[in-house]
T-cell receptor, first 116, second 109 residues
């Protein structure tokens, strides 16, 4: 029973390049969350998705950032034209059933993005 | 006002003491509450969940919830050096989970 799988574990990009972060939720989970964490800081909510739908993207910058969770395949967080300030750990989490407010989140190991 | 507020710490306690971690939240409609532990460089792991007012105990951990005061706390009894980590409070409404910035706890041998 695999947990949340994120890849790559570490991603290095130069300024102006694109970063694509992948997240495969726990099998059967239909909710995916992306969080960003800077060193010595807490988790900052970015986006909450269900299959093929963005439910809440209020934590995601309006420009350069996008996220999707297609019917088939992993959730993708895409950052275009990366800047040094995008360097952070990006965590993905998933939870199961729709409509249940008591479900805990299962976290992936995170992707550490470094922008040179 | 932040959605979920925690004292960033660091909170330092001696081994064997009780560590008390506090969290307040702004959304009165919040429905479920969680404490996660995160070791440096690792992903958060769930240690406690609480859904109704009162206390919930699990081993050395006790979570306390007061919805009227919009307050959640975590007590760690008989603190161990291995408890040294950042503790994240999380609040859920309609599957929308928001985290506090975390409190860094250090347990000194």
């Amino acid at each position: 029973n695999a947990g949340v799988m994120q890849n790559p574990r570490h991603l290095v990009r130069r300024r102006g390049q694109e970063a694509r972060l992948r997240c495969s939720p726990v099998k059967g989970h239909s909710h995916v969350y992306w969080y960003r964490q800077l060193p010595e800081e807490g988790l900052k909510f970015m986006v909450y998705l269900q299959k093929e739908n963005i439910i809440d993207e209020s934590g995601m910058p309006k420009e350069r950032f996008s996220a999707e969770f297609p019917k088939e395949g992993p959730s993708i967080l895409r950052i275009q034209q990366v800047v040094r300030g995008d360097s952070a750990a990006y965590f993905c989490a998933s939870s199961p059933r729709q409509g249940s407010t008591n479900e805990k989140l299962f976290f992936g190991s995170g992707t550490q993005l470094s922008v040179l | 006002q932040k959605e979920v507020e925690q004292n960033s710490g660091p909170l330092s306690v001696p081994e064997g003491a009780i560590a008390s971690l506090n969290c307040t939240y702004s959304d009165r409609g919040s429905q479920s509450f969680f404490w996660y532990r995160q070791y440096s460089g690792k992903s958060p792991e769930l240690i406690m969940s609480i859904y109704s007012n009162g206390d919930k105990e699990d081993g050395r951990f006790t979570a306390q919830l007061n919805k009227a005061s919009q307050y959640v706390s975590l007590l760690i009894r008989d603190s161990q050096p291995s408890d040294s980590a950042t503790y994240l409070c999380a609040v859920n409404r309609n599957n929308d989970m928001r985290f506090g910035a975390g409190t860094r706890l250090t347990v000194k041998p």
